[in-house]
């Protein structure tokens, strides 16, 4: 099982500031393609992964980072310093 957070205008548009769920994706890129599929909400968060940033057991990572081991992972827009 996996946790997975959502941030800011992701959670707006998922409608869900977490959930826990099982996956078999081995690294970031495929969970977000898995969600994705699951309903046009998830497409509609995650068209455009640009615009994203991810952390991983709240470290910041790539979409190419792998999942093993991974027990949260938070989605969220970049951050503005100021």
């Known amino acids: 099982m996996i946790d997975i957070l959502y941030f800011a205008w992701v959670r707006e548009r998922i409608g869900l500031p977490k959930e826990r769920l099982e996956t078999a994706a081995p690294d970031v890129t495929a969970l977000v393609e898995e969600l994705k599929a699951r309903e046009p909400r998830y497409a509609a968060a995650f068209a455009d992964t640009r ?26 827009p970049p951050m503005t310093g100021g």
């Open 51 to 76: 615009a994203l940033r991810v952390a991983l057991d709240q470290e910041l990572a790539d979409f190419d980072a792998p999942l093993a081991g991974v027990r949260e992972v938070a989605f969220f």
